[in-house]
Each structure stands twice: as structure tokens, then as C-alpha cells.
């Protein structure tokens, strides 16, 4: 049984700060990690997915991934209000990322 | 519009009852997949299917019935509703490119057995 680990906070950051969302994983053979953003009462919106070791960056958002530690993190710049959702670790299943198993979610808050 | 709509977006009934939760995608994908999320347990995987004709189970099948006629829906049915199955059912679809392959979700349907 894969395992997708988060914190499951609140995480709370004031306004403009780094907030660094953590995920290990079970799986040592997955390749494909993602990340979803999801406000309350609506779907999950995929924002990042990351499939080499390091660093990809994209506007505020960085997504790290270390295999050799089985650890993905999600890096957001310049918090902003609107930032506050729940924030869901997917890693790919067979195939890449096909069938996804998603962690519970951290929920961030950023406050003015 | 083109995308992965659900219907009906919030359903009420009766434990016993059977119903069936709608999801239609426009994209063409060959994938779809069909999620349940409830507090503490985040998103799990119900049915997945890789094409028309072609499904899995997933991680928590018991009670449910899919079924893909056609590449844009994927139906999901439950059979005898019972109290635990009140969640939120998240349809997603997408389509294979190897490992960076990205799905996307439907709106969702919020489902209470009473």
C-alpha cells in the first residue's frame, strides 16, 4: 500500500513570507510527484508536478524533490491571502501518473 | 465548455437507495477516475478506467459500480447506499504521456446517505 505523507497543519505564515510544504512517500520506485491546490468546498487545481530530482520553479512557486530521501516539498514566495487553501502531495502510480495517491493535505494560512 | 463536468453537484438519499453519480469530459482523454474524499483520509482512489470498455478497482471499490460505454463517461453507481458512503466524489480525467502525465478534476458531488 503506497503511502503519501503530510502534515496536515494549519501552517500559518504572514503575508509576504516563504511557506515550505513538506511530503514523503512510501513508494521508492515513484516518479512522478505533484502538487494540487485546493480552496474549501471546490476541486483539487493542479499548480506544479516535478519528476527529476532538484528544483523547478515556477512564478512564486518552487517544487523540490529528493528520490534518494523519498521527500517532495513545495516552496510559495511572497505568501498572499489568497494563497490560504489546502494543499495536496499526489505521487504517480504505475505507468507515471496515472493513478495518483494523494496525502491528507496541509492547510496554509497566510495572514495579513 | 471544454473540460470534466460532474452531475448532479449535491445529492441527497436513502440508505438502500441506489444512485449514480454522472461525469463527462470533453478532452478526449483515454483516462478517467473517480475519487472519494473524506476528513482525514484526503482523496482515494475509487474506479479507474484506461479506456472505453477497459476498468480497475481501485483502493476503496466495495459498493460501487462503474462503467465506461463511451470515452467521455464514466459513471459511477452505488449500488445500495449506505451511511458511510457520504462524501465527496471527485471525478478526474487525463490522458497517458509517460510520467508526466497530469489529471484534472471535475467540480465534485456531494453526496449524503441518510
Known amino acids: 500500500q503506497k503511502e503519501v505523507e503530510q502534515n496536515s497543519g494549519p501552517l500559518s505564515v504572514p503575508e509576504g513570507a516563504i511557506a515550505s510544504l513538506n511530503c514523503t512517500y512510501s513508494?521508492?520506485?515513484?516518479?512522478?510527484f505533484f502538487w494540487y491546490r485546493q480552496y474549501s468546498g471546490k476541486s483539487p487545481e493542479l499548480i506544479m508536478s516535478?519528476?527529476?530530482?532538484g528544483d523547478k520553479e515556477d512564478g512564486r512557486f518552487t517544487a523540490q524533490l529528493n528520490k534518494a530521501s523519498q521527500y517532495v516539498s513545495l516552496l510559495i514566495r511572497d505568501s498572499q491571502p489568497s494563497d490560504s487553501a489546502t494543499y495536496l502531495c499526489?505521487?504517480?502510480?504505475?505507468?507515471?501518473?496515472?493513478?495518483?495517491?494523494f496525502g491528507t493535505g496541509t492547510q496554509l494560512k497566510v495572514e495579513l | 465548455d471544454a473540460g470534466i463536468t460532474q452531475s448532479p453537484r449535491y445529492k441527497i438519499t436513502e440508505t438502500g437507495r441506489q444512485v449514480t453519480l454522472m461525469c463527462h469530459q470533453t478532452?478526449?482523454?483515454?483516462?478517467m477516475f473517480w475519487y472519494r474524499q473524506d476528513l482525514g483520509h484526503g482523496l482515494r482512489l475509487i474506479y479507474y478506467?484506461?479506456?472505453?470498455?477497459?476498468?480497475d478497482k481501485g483502493e476503496v471499490p466495495d459498493g460501487y459500480v462503474v462503467s465506461r460505454s463511451k470515452t467521455e463517461n464514466f459513471p459511477l453507481t452505488l449500488e445500495s447506499a449506505t451511511r458511510s458512503q457520504t462524501s465527496v466524489y471527485f471525478c478526474?480525467?487525463?490522458?497517458?504521456?509517460?510520467?508526466?502525465?497530469?489529471?484534472?478534476f471535475g467540480q465534485g458531488t456531494r453526496l449524503t446517505v441518510v
Open positions: 499526489a505521487v504517480g502510480g504505475e505507468g507515471g501518473g496515472n493513478k495518483l495517491t
Open positions: 478526474a480525467s487525463s490522458e497517458y504521456r509517460g510520467i508526466d502525465t497530469e489529471a484534472f
Open positions: 513508494d521508492r520506485v515513484s516518479q512522478s
Open positions: 478532452w478526449s482523454h483515454s483516462y
Open positions: 478506467s484506461a479506456a472505453a470498455d477497459i476498468t
Open positions: 516535478i519528476y527529476s530530482n
